[in-house]
């Protein structure tokens, strides 16, 4: 198993390591799943394997919604 840092920013904020963004296949705007799975451990899922139809929780799905609503208003944002 691999172990990689994480720093949390004063917004609550975690930078995920490059090498851990290539292993899951992550880019720009995706939206990831964070689980807890036991005490202090926290699991992501992310990058093409994430399939929102088969998240049970709706947790994935609302992530998508939250973040799609904040991508269009700064969007919106630019265009003002």
């Not at 992550?26 to 998240?55: F, M, P, S």
């Amino acid at each position: 198993m691999l172990n990689y840092s994480c720093k949390v920013n004063s917004k609550g904020q975690i930078t995920i390591p490059s090498q851990i963004r290539k292993i899951l296949a992550i880019q720009e705007d995706d939206v990831l799943l964070a689980k807890k799975a036991e005490e202090g451990t926290i699991v992501l899922k992310g990058g093409k394997n994430v399939n929102i139809d088969k998240d049970t929780d709706g947790l994935l799905r609302a992530l998508e919604e939250t973040f799609a609503a904040m991508n269009r208003g700064r969007r919106a944002q630019k265009l003002e």
